[in-house]
């Protein structure tokens, strides 16, 4: 005779960062603010904002990447992603996933394929040296990463990370596979951060 067991009642986590069509969308607010919503962000003792790191879930960090990257959409896929909160709301996004260029994937290998924030500073030094960090974490030698020639870098290399060459810009349209690109077609530089 089979016992008629019940399940237990699944708890869902709150999002750390709403999706797209919820209506606190617009604010990012986290879920459960470390303290009252009318309060300023918490400060450090040098007087600026204090920053946070935090998981952040693949939709979440596609969601900010729509919103607020300049001129890329977000990626398919990706190995991880890593957030910054200011206490209040997600400040930045890094998503770390394989070489697009499949030269470099090797196995040992990620890329930033995106990097994304609102605008304040430190963040994106802050998710470069925590993508850097977890990489090694995982195993890894080399993280990779690409920006326009018309970006000076300054985070990169606030982040330890060095310039390695720099490759041609190029359209995605072919005559075989006609596209519409969407992205800047520039020269870009490639840097790394390498065991």
């Known amino acids: ?4 067991r019940k399940s237990p009642p699944v708890t869902v ?16 607010a986290l879920p459960h603010p470390p303290h009252p919503t009318n309060a300023a962000p918490p400060v450090t003792r040098h007087g600026s904002t204090a920053l946070n790191l935090q998981p952040i879930s693949f939709q979440e960090a596609c969601a900010f990447i729509a919103q607020h990257h ?7 896929g990706w190995k ?3 957030a ?5 709301a997600v400040t930045g996004v890094v998503m770390v996933g394989r070489p697009v260029a499949r030269h ?35 195993g890894y ?3 990779i990463t690409y920006t326009l020639s018309s970006e000076p870098g300054v985070s990169l290399r606030a982040a ?6 720099t490759t041609k810009g190029r359209s995605w349209n072919w005559r075989g596979r006609p596209r519409v690109d969407r992205h800047p077609t520039e020269q870009k530089t490639l840097w790394e951060a390498s065991a």
Not at 1 to 4: F, V
Not at 70 to 76: A, I
Not at 84 to 88: C, F, K
């Open 160 to 165: 330890g990370w060095r310039t390695v060459g």
């Open 13 to 28: 986590k709150p999002a750390l960062f709403p999706t797209p069509h919820s209506p606190e969308a617009s604010a990012h």
């Open 141 to 143: 030698t080399r993280l």
């Open 70 to 76: 300049r001129h890329h959409r977000p990626p398919q």
């Open 1 to 4: 005779m089979k016992e008629n």
């Open 80 to 82: 991880f992603g890593i």
């Open 84 to 88: 910054v909160n200011n206490g209040q």
């Open 104 to 138: 470099f994937d090797d196995g040992f290998t990620l890329e930033v394929t995106r990097m994304a924030t609102n605008g304040m500073h430190n963040v994106c030094s802050m998710l470069y040296g925590a993508a850097w960090r977890a990489c090694r974490a995982l």
